[in-house]
């Protein structure tokens, strides 16, 4: 009786093993994997401006030379993220758009986001350092630039490689839209906590949607941070210190490791 149960349950083990092996053959359908969902490996920084387009200038006597130049202070911020991102985590790949003053086209900048690959089950994210100006010498803070909601986003067309083919063919352009649309928000609003946590005495503007080339044409994740005006006395005063530098570096910092995190 022993051998006969137990001849009994090795033959069901046996035809499970089989049943196993062949299902995936046969039936499983491969899930739709939404590329904006995945674990973020690349973290693509783009610093507003450079060379001959020197973003909004603003002349204050207290700056080093009496102006301040939104394309330097957008380059000197990313070149801090990336110095600390890499410390914190040196598994993340990290690129710059530009490195250096020059100019760099708004439709280069987002080809740039576009064709970089994540890589299988992974995704990217572009964050774009920018500083504001307004005619109102009043206008103050920070804020968070996405791309419209309604702003529908075409992921495949005759530039596209292969594996963009391959990732973006088998899920609906309106599916990508809205997982897009989700991520844009999950890290505009995990930006602003940052930065609303290491500068709770600066006007916090929110997440706004704004069509913005960079924005709309990375195809990626993507964000712009406007850190404050440099038209504004009190925000040009704190662009010139080194503190604060470092303290905006480590907020964006910090914002993007939170959306990391939720990422994985
Ligand atoms: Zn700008």
């Known amino acids: 009786m022993g051998f006969s149960n137990g001849f009994r349950r090795s033959g069901q083990a046996f035809l499970l093993l089989i049943c196993l092996q062949c299902f995936p053959l046969v039936a499983t359908p491969t899930p739709s994997v939404i590329p904006f969902e995945q674990p973020v490996s690349l973290i693509i920084l783009d610093a507003g401006h450079g060379g001959q387009d020197p973003g909004a200038i603003s002349n204050w006597s207290f700056a080093p030379n009496g102006r301040l130049i939104e394309k330097d202070l957008a380059l ?5 993220v990336k110095d600390r991102l890499s410390n914190l985590e040196p598994s993340l790949e990290i690129l710059l758009t530009r490195d250096a003053d020059r100019f760099m086209a708004l439709d280069e900048r987002a080809a ?6 994540p890589g299988l089950r992974n995704s990217a994210i572009l964050v774009s350092i920018h500083a504001n100006s307004a005619t109102s010498a009043d206008a103050s803070g920070f804020e968070i630039l996405m ?4 702003k529908r986003v075409l992921f495949l067309d ?14 609906s352009n309106t599916m990508l839209n809205q997982a897009l649309n989700r991520s844009n ?22 997440v706004k949607e704004q069509d913005v080339w960079v924005l709309n044409a990375s195809g990626v994740t993507s964000i712009l941070v406007e850190v404050g005006f440099i038209s504004n006395a009190q925000d040009a005063k704190d662009m010139v210190s ?9 907020a964006i910092v910090r914002g ?9």
């Open 112 to 117: 740039f986001a576009r064709r970089m690959d």
């Open 147 to 150: 791309k419209q909601l309604t």
């Open 242 to 250: 080194l503190a604060w530098k470092h303290s905006m570096a480590e």
């Open 76 to 80: 000197e911020l990313t070149l801090m």
């Open 185 to 206: 928000l999950l890290l505009g609003q995990s930006m602003q906590a940052a930065l609303g946590a290491a500068f709770p005495q600066s006007r916090n503007r929110g």
């Open 158 to 171: 005759a530039e596209s490689e292969n594996w963009q083919i391959v990732r973006y063919s088998s899920i």
């Open 256 to 264: 993007i490791l939170e959306y990391v995190r939720l990422s994985r």
